[in-house]
């Protein structure tokens, strides 16, 4: 007998017919002779409408409360889930994270899985029930508080569960038929991709591809999870994102240069100007955005200007950290000897990703000549081994990522089919 662990996104179980559909697929699964645990999130745009609630309340919701409100999301969908099984005749039974046994670290909103132990879901499944488990939720043994993983964490509650239970295979079900090569929402030429190295997939989730949660994505590196992420409107095979160093020998793939696009709307620009050009100055700089916790991604400095000796350094950081590292930075204003803070959010960063981008040649300038073509001007630049991002103008960033996906021969023949959700 299989273990399969299946996980549910907002999308799929958006309304009581859809949690119907849902449970139906289950059963199936279960019929197939198969144990099955299932990671659900919360129903359609319910977390973004409990989030917008909390800030009508109050422009600062207490981080412990707001994990308390937020994780009420995904306990509706799991007894729903549930109950729907159970009216088709099958033992079906749901779990809080806390009662699964996801023990996280304290960091509210943030926090990561540090232990799994599904004592009660081992049980359960020994009962003959298909299990179901509120997703994006996690306990903190400390605090004795509950704690959620992040937005998209349902996806890494899918993927520690399937590790921690030694599932047969981790399915991640979505509105999409699978990992495209850029948002299709977005790219309407976007294609499936049949299989991804986990490596790749790292970097998009790191670079704004939704799809999969980052966490999910290291969790299942680490811990030899194989994903299959796939559409829960249709029964078509999705994309395999796969670990080729744990490839049986003799199996390996050709890989493709360019794996796909992806595109960020969430991080903000901001400018350090007039910092005089002398050794340290970067370091108190990137010292004091640290303490705040903002996460840095690229970093800009300016030559600097002759007469004055002085430079600007600019970095972009999550919109969400750019008030508070700003405030860190206003008072450090004397100590660091700048001249002002320039704060811009209307900024998109775009990210070409694949593996085979380390021994290929001409890359960047493809990239920079496809831009350049479709007018748009590239404000900052920063690479990796396997990935090139560029930052533009908010408002062209989605005809950047036409572009290059064009420029790239990565257009499919057909349009990609979005299933459902908002988007949001
Ligand atoms: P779920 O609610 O199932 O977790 P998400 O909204 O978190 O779904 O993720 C699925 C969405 O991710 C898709 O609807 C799509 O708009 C977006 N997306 C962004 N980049 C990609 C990509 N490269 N491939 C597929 N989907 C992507
Ligand atoms: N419901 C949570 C969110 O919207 C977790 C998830 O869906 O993965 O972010
Ligand atoms: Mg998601």
Do not use: W
Request: proline share 2%; charged share 25%.
């Amino acid at each position: 007998m299989s273990l399969i662990v299946q996980k549910f996104g907002g999308s799929s179980v958006a309304d009581a017919e859809s949690i119907k559909r849902v449970a139906k697929r289950i059963v199936e699964t279960r019929k197939a002779g198969n144990d099955v645990v299932v990671a659900v999130s919360a129903m359609g745009d319910t977390t973004d409408e409990l989030l917008d609630l909390a800030n009508e309340v109050t422009p600062i919701p207490a981080p412990r409360e707001l994990d308390m409100l937020l994780s009420a999301g995904e306990r509706i969908s799991m007894a729903l889930l549930a109950m729907a099984i159970k009216s088709m005749g099958h033992e079906a039974r749901s779990f809080t994270g806390s009662q699964a046994g996801m023990i996280t670290d304290a960091q509210h909103g943030a926090a990561r899985i540090v232990d799994v132990t599904p004592v009660r879901l081992r049980e359960a499944l020994d009962e003959g029930a298909i299990v179901i488990v509120a997703g994006f939720q996690g306990f903190n043994r400390d605090t004795r508080d509950i704690t959620t993983l992040g937005r998209g964490g349902s996806d890494t509650t899918a993927v520690a569960l399937a590790a921690s239970l030694d599932a047969d295979v981790c399915e991640i079900y979505t509105d999409v038929d699978g990992v495209f090569t850029s948002d299709p929402r977005v790219v309407k030429k976007a294609h499936k991709l049949d299989r991804i190295t986990s490596e790749e997939m790292l970097e998009l989730a790191a670079s704004g591809a939704k799809v999969l949660h980052i966490r999910a994505v290291e969790y299942a590196r680490r811990h030899g999870v194989t994903l299959h992420v796939r559409s829960s409107f249709n029964n078509n095979e999705g994309t395999i994102v796969y670990d080729p160093s744990r490839l049986p020998e003799g199996a390996a793939v050709e890989e493709s240069v360019i794996a796909g696009v992806a595109i960020d709307l969430s991080e903000a620009k901001i400018t350090v100007v007039g910092v005089p050009d002398k050794p340290g100055a970067a370091a108190k700089i990137f010292k004091i955005v640290a303490g705040t916790n903002a996460n840095v991604d690229v970093i800009v400095q300016n030559v600097s200007a002759a007469a004055t000796g002085r430079t600007d350094i600019s970095f972009t950081v999550p919109k969400a950290d750019g008030e508070k590292a700003l405030t860190a930075l206003a008072g450090a204003q004397d100590a660091i000897g700048f001249e002002a803070l320039q704060y811009d959010d209307q900024i998109g960063k775009l990210s070409l990703v694949g593996n085979a981008m380390r021994s290929a040649t001409g890359v960047s300038a493809k990239l920079f000549e496809a831009l350049y073509q479709a007018g748009i001007n590239i404000e900052m630049i920063s690479t990796s081994e396997i990935r090139i991002s560029v930052v533009t103008r908010a408002d062209s960033v989605h005809a950047a990522a036409r572009a290059v996906h064009t420029a790239f021969d990565l257009d499919g023949d057909d349009d990609a089919v979005v299933h459902g959700g908002t988007g949001r």
